[in-house]
C-alpha cells in the first residue's frame, strides 16, 4: 500500500530564514505530487505540482520554490521566509488513471510552519 | 466568483440525525468531485468521489451530483460523534480547487 510521509511535523521559524520541507511517497512509482498551503480557517491553495523528475509547476507567484530531485521525493523550499507564509503545509500525491476514471489525490500529514 | 463554494458552517447535527453539505462550482466543464474530511489539525482524508449525476452510496455517506445546476452535496446518514470535522468540497478542473469547507459538530 502506498505511505506518504512528511517532515517536520512542527516548524517555528524566524522572519528571513530559510526553509526546506521534503515530502516523500511510498509504494508507487511515477506519482503526481504536489504542495497545498491551507491557512487558518481557509480552504487549500495549491503552490505546485510535478508529474515527473524535474518536472515542476507554479501556481503561486511567491517566494516559494519546489524541487523533484528523485521519483518519489518533492521538497518546498524558501531562501527568506515571510511572516505571510504561515500555515499548514500539505504534500499529496495521485496516480494518473485513465478509463474515465478522476485522478485522486491522498495528503501526507502535513508541517505546521508558524513564522515569528 | 470563487470557483468552488460551501457553506462555512458550523452545522450542529443531533447523534442520529441526517446532516446535508452542500457545494457549488463554476467551471461547467469539471468532471470529477471529492469528498475530504479534516478533523482539526489533521490533513485531509478522502472521503469518496463522484463524476457521474446522480447518487453514489458508501456506507453511511452519499454524495449527489447535478451537473446542469453545478452542485454537488454530501449526505452523511445516523451521524457520530467521530463525524464532527470540516468537510471539504474538491472539483477537479485543470487541477483540484478546493472549497472552504464545511464545520460539522455532532451533538450527542
Known amino acids: 500500500s502506498q505511505t506518504i510521509h512528511q517532515w517536520p511535523a512542527t516548524l517555528v521559524q524566524p522572519v528571513g530564514s530559510p526553509l526546506s520541507l521534503e515530502c516523500t511517497v511510498e509504494?508507487?512509482?511515477?506519482?503526481?505530487l504536489y504542495w497545498y498551503r491551507q491557512a487558518a480557517g481557509r480552504g487549500l491553495q495549491l503552490l505546485f505540482y510535478s508529474v515527473g523528475i524535474g518536472q515542476i509547476s507554479s501556481e503561486v507567484p511567491q517566494n516559494l520554490s519546489a524541487s523533484r530531485p528523485q521519483d518519489r521525493q518533492f521538497i518546498l523550499s524558501s531562501k527568506k521566509l515571510l511572516l505571510s507564509d504561515s500555515g499548514f503545509y500539505l504534500c499529496?500525491?495521485?496516480?494518473?488513471?485513465?478509463?474515465?476514471?478522476?485522478?485522486?489525490?491522498?495528503f501526507g500529514p502535513g508541517t505546521r510552519l508558524t513564522v515569528l | 466568483q470563487k470557483e468552488v463554494e460551501q457553506n462555512s458552517g458550523p452545522l450542529s447535527v443531533p447523534e442520529g440525525a441526517i446532516a446535508s453539505l452542500n457545494c457549488t462550482y463554476s467551471?461547467?466543464?469539471?468532471?470529477?468531485f471529492f469528498w475530504y474530511r479534516q478533523y482539526s489539525g489533521k490533513s485531509p482524508e478522502l472521503i469518496m468521489f463522484?463524476?457521474?449525476?446522480g447518487d453514489k452510496e458508501d456506507g453511511r455517506f452519499t454524495a449527489q451530483l447535478n451537473k446542469a445546476s453545478q452542485y454537488v452535496s454530501l449526505l452523511i446518514r445516523d451521524s457520530q460523534p467521530s463525524d464532527s470535522a470540516t468537510y471539504l468540497c474538491a472539483v477537479e478542473g485543470y487541477k483540484l480547487s478546493f472549497g472552504a469547507g464545511t464545520t460539522v459538530t455532532v451533538r450527542a
Open positions: 467551471d461547467r466543464g469539471s468532471q470529477s
Open positions: 509504494g508507487t512509482s511515477n506519482p503526481n
Open positions: 499529496a500525491w495521485s496516480v494518473s488513471v485513465r478509463g474515465g476514471r478522476p485522478d485522486t489525490q491522498y
Open positions: 463522484i463524476y457521474s449525476n
